[in-house]
């Protein structure tokens, strides 16, 4: 296996496409670290894959949480070799003028500490362990990094904030680690709102999203989280990836290529080819 020995650090891997990625990464040979508020989770996980992964419990916005992740990872493991700040909150496309004037301060606070402020801490709390380890960054981005309507003002501007940190980071960090960004689009998760809006419980997964995307993606359906984790380890596959940093992909089911009239061009082309 191309990751056998490598060691991945994830925030937000107790659920949804974090916990797909810890499977993953686990399936390709790595070792794993999860930061995550859910203990519950977090147990299980290290009830399922046992010495592979440590789990931490702690916030995403909280600097000695981050530390103490990098800390356990190491002393686990012996070495970070890939981050991938993952944790997020959506905001449920909530529109500018149905955001409550007394609640923008602080949703924008929530919204932003855990979407941008999160990756921050992760990369600095992690930053000796990767330039030692010569090794990368996976941003988890959103098709709200790059179009609209994949939420509403805050969340859209909190994964365009996250594409301009890949780059950046990839500035700063280069020569010794690569920093790039994974654009993943709809997921039935349970990915959760912010608590100031009232949105705390909240599950994406109460969302049809794949009855509202089949007809708006290329590709014609929704993926699930297990298929974005590809993209992932690719980026933390070595061998494969070496000239990929500042890479922002976009991995969305198609997003950028829907057509004016029809998301698909190509609903014709088995009868055209005569192919059942």
């Not at 490598?6 to 993953?24: N, P, W």
Request: with cysteine; glycine share 12%.
């Amino acid at each position: 296996m191309k990751l056998k020995e490598e060691v991945i650090l994830i925030t937000g891997g107790a659920s949804g496409l974090g916990h797909a990625l810890v499977e993953r990464f686990v399936a390709e040979g790595a070792k794993v670290a999860v930061l995550d508020k859910c203990a519950d989770r977090l147990q299980q996980l290290e009830s399922d894959h046992g010495e592979d992964v440590v789990c931490i419990v702690g916030d995403v916005r909280s600097m000695e949480d981050q530390k103490l992740a990098a800390s356990r990872c190491i002393a686990k493991f012996g070495r970070i070799d890939t981050l991938i700040p993952n944790a997020a909150i959506w905001d449920y496309n909530t529109a500018l003028v149905d955001l409550p004037e007394d609640s923008i301060d602080k949703a924008f606070d929530e919204v932003f500490q855990i979407n941008v402020k999160g990756y921050i801490l992760a990369v600095k709390a992690c930053l000796p362990a990767l330039v030692a380890s010569r090794g990368s960054v996976i941003c988890t981005i959103s098709n709200a990094g790059f179009y609209p309507n994949g939420g509403g003002p805050l969340y859209t501007a909190t994964k365009h904030a996250v594409v301009g940190l890949v780059r950046e980071l990839a500035f700063e960090l280069a020569p010794y680690v690569r920093v790039n960004g994974v654009g993943v689009g709809g997921i039935n998760t349970d990915l959760r709102g912010p608590c100031s809006l009232g949105m705390s419980e909240q599950s994406i997964s109460n969302v049809p999203l794949a009855e509202l995307l089949q007809d708006v993606l290329p590709i014609g359906r929704l993926p699930d989280a297990e298929e974005y984790t590809g993209a992932y380890v690719f980026f933390a596959t070595r061998g494969d990836s070496a000239p990929a940093t500042g890479a922002l992909l976009n991995y969305d089911g198609g997003m950028g290529v829907r057509g004016l009239f029809s998301a698909v061009g190509g609903k014709d082309l088995l009868e055209k080819l005569n192919i059942d």
